[in-house]
């Protein structure tokens, strides 16, 4: 995809006055208090205790997106509440519509004008398969991996995201639902940033989504994605079961890995799959690997039989993705033929595995592609020289680790 490609959002404008950033509202976001702590804050200005779980309902069983809709709260309490907190966190949320009809990207401007991305996508119901809806969720504003595929990783890290600016795209998008009666039945973490990251405001938002008292959404239909931080993983692991982990491992051979995961050189395949696999043994759930596959750089044979080996006898399942163009790579998606063929190496290993067919992708829907388009364009020489670097860092790790007949055509010569 060129530059000039990049989806035009000529309704977004409006949100323009809001850059450069503006300091940040101090006021915590109510969805990410507890009911503990609101209890003690309505005390303390003589209200009853229940007021606290009336501004709870308000928040998680109508979605309250304003003080106005706090509709059970006395209007004195309603304007101490303005005053103490925010009722919603995203400030401005720009939807485009995709897929006829299925597919909802979101972009949310914050109180600071850092932007962040949510993707509903509604399955309908299939003979055999309820209806879900799925929301793709962000934990940070930019994210430091600086994956070269990712539009999120050529942004940059921004900042963390508060727990209340996580829950409130659930929210948000939850609130698009009932209004056409329906529910959200699954929340991803696969949206802009990387959730290990911001692990402790990422597992505060899964207890809120998980408490039947809050969002109510079973621990089974949450997914977290990491791009393979062993810390984090292994903090999860000693949490016990919280929610599925899906590890983006992209390579089984740590040359390339390092070049597709830049900021996770640090912590080899091995020890990734390593941690990885004491998860999913002391939870019992298997991990899911994902691998966003490119064009002649990580699709090859070699690369398949080598993640075979990697992962042969794991309680484990890999999902296929073909990579969505993005703005600023020398990449592309591998062809259709070439994924199956990649499956196929797995599947004979004896490797669940499934392609993703991507969603949304006229929109942008990988996430991060919308906010790196109101970013705005780099200027020409820092993208040729980005370019000309994935391909000089991507040959130095393709060159000698494979057969002549593996390289891919115009990377390693
Ligand atoms: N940082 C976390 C979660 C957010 S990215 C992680 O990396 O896992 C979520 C998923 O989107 C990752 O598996 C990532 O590899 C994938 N992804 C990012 N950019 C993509 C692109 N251009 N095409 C296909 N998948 C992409
Ligand atoms: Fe960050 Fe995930 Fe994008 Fe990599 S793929 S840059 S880890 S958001």
Same mark, same amino acid.
């Given at each position: 995809?060129?530059?000039? *490609?990049?989806?035009s959002l000529p309704l977004?404008d409006?949100?323009?006055p809001?850059?450069?950033?503006?300091?940040?509202d101090?006021?915590?976001?109510?969805? &990410?208090v507890a009911?503990s702590?609101?209890?003690?804050?309505?005390?303390g200005l003589g209200?009853?205790?229940?007021?606290? =779980?009336?501004?709870l309902?308000?928040?998680?069983?109508n979605r309250?997106?304003?003080?106005?809709?706090?509709?059970?709260l006395?209007a004195?309490?309603?304007?101490?509440?303005?005053?103490?907190?925010?009722v919603d966190?995203?400030a401005?949320t720009?939807l485009?519509?995709?897929?006829?009809?299925?597919?909802e990207?979101?972009?949310?401007r914050l *109180?600071d004008?850092?932007?962040?991305?949510? $993707?509903?996508?509604?399955?309908?119901a299939?003979p055999g398969?309820?209806?879900r @809806?799925? /929301?793709?969720i962000?934990s940070?504003? &930019?994210?430091a991996?600086?994956?070269?595929f990712?539009?999120?990783?050529?942004?940059?890290?921004?900042?963390?995201? %508060?727990?209340?600016? +996580?829950l409130d795209?659930?929210?948000?998008?939850?609130?698009r639902?009932?209004a056409? &009666?329906?529910?959200?039945t699954?929340?991803v973490?696969?949206g802009m940033?990387e959730?290990?990251?911001?692990l402790?405001r990422?597992?505060?938002?899964?207890?809120a989504?998980a408490?039947p008292?809050r969002?109510?959404l079973?621990a089974? @239909? +949450?997914?977290?994605?990491?791009?393979g931080?062993?810390?984090?993983?292994?903090?999860l692991?000693? /949490?016990?079961?919280?929610?599925?982990?899906?590890v *983006?491992? @992209?390579?089984a051979?740590?040359?390339?890995?390092?070049v597709? $995961?830049?900021l996770?050189?640090?912590w080899p395949?091995?020890?990734?799959?390593?941690?990885?696999r004491?998860h999913a043994?002391?939870?019992g759930?298997? $991990?899911?690997?994902?691998?966003t596959?490119?064009?002649g750089?990580n699709?090859?044979?070699?690369?398949a039989?080598a993640?075979a %080996?990697l992962?042969?006898g794991?309680?484990? @399942?890999v999902?296929?993705?073909?990579?969505n163009?993005v703005?600023?790579?020398?990449?592309?998606?591998s062809?259709m033929?070439? +994924?199956e063929?990649f499956?196929?190496?797995?599947?004979?290993a004896g490797?669940?595995t499934? +392609?993703r067919r991507?969603?949304?992708?006229?929109?942008?829907?990988?996430c991060g592609q /919308?906010?790196?388009? =109101?970013a705005?364009?780099?200027?020409?020489?820092?993208v040729?020289?980005? =370019?000309? !670097?994935?391909?000089?860092?991507?040959?130095?790790?393709? !060159?000698? %680790?494979r057969?002549?007949?593996?390289?891919p055509?115009? $990377?390693g010569?």
């Amino acid at each position: 995809m060129t530059s000039s *490609s990049r989806p035009s959002l000529p309704l977004l404008d409006a949100m323009r006055p809001a850059r450069p950033k503006a300091p940040r509202d101090p006021r915590p976001g109510l969805s &990410g208090v507890a009911q503990s702590e609101l209890e003690r804050w309505v005390e303390g200005l003589g209200e009853p205790r229940y007021r606290a =779980r009336q501004l709870l309902d308000a928040v998680w069983r109508n979605r309250a997106a304003s003080a106005g809709d706090l509709r059970t709260l006395p209007a004195a309490l309603r304007e101490m509440v303005e005053q103490q907190y925010r009722v919603d966190t995203l400030a401005a949320t720009e939807l485009q519509v995709s897929d006829g009809g299925l597919t909802e990207k979101a972009l949310h401007r914050l *109180s600071d004008g850092a932007l962040i991305e949510s $993707v509903l996508m509604r399955y309908p119901a299939r003979p055999g398969q309820r209806e879900r @809806h799925t /929301l793709c969720i962000s934990s940070q504003a &930019g994210c430091a991996v600086g994956c070269p595929f990712c539009a999120t990783g050529e942004l940059g890290f921004e900042r963390d995201l %508060e727990t209340a600016e +996580i829950l409130d795209q659930v929210r948000e998008a939850a609130r698009r639902l009932a209004a056409d &009666g329906k529910r959200l039945t699954n929340v991803v973490f696969m949206g802009m940033g990387e959730p290990l990251l911001n692990l402790d405001r990422v597992l505060s938002s899964v207890e809120a989504l998980a408490d039947p008292q809050r969002f109510g959404l079973g621990a089974r @239909h +949450i997914t977290v994605s990491t791009s393979g931080v062993v810390p984090g993983i292994r903090r999860l692991t000693a /949490l016990g079961p919280q929610f599925t982990l899906a590890v *983006s491992l @992209h390579a089984a051979r740590d040359p390339l890995r390092d070049v597709l $995961v830049p900021l996770n050189r640090r912590w080899p395949v091995a020890e990734v799959v390593d941690a990885a696999r004491e998860h999913a043994a002391a939870t019992g759930r298997r $991990v899911s690997y994902e691998v966003t596959l490119i064009s002649g750089v990580n699709d090859t044979d070699v690369d398949a039989r080598a993640l075979a %080996e990697l992962l042969r006898g794991d309680l484990a @399942h890999v999902n296929l993705i073909p990579m969505n163009p993005v703005a600023h790579t020398p990449w592309e998606a591998s062809p259709m033929d070439r +994924i199956e063929r990649f499956a196929d190496v797995l599947l004979d290993a004896g490797i669940a595995t499934t +392609i993703r067919r991507n969603r949304g992708q006229e929109i942008g829907a990988a996430c991060g592609q /919308l906010a790196a388009a =109101r970013a705005g364009e780099p200027a020409a020489p820092a993208v040729a020289r980005r =370019r000309e !670097r994935i391909v000089a860092e991507s040959a130095v790790a393709l !060159r000698g %680790e494979r057969s002549h007949a593996d390289a891919p055509a115009g $990377v390693g010569e």
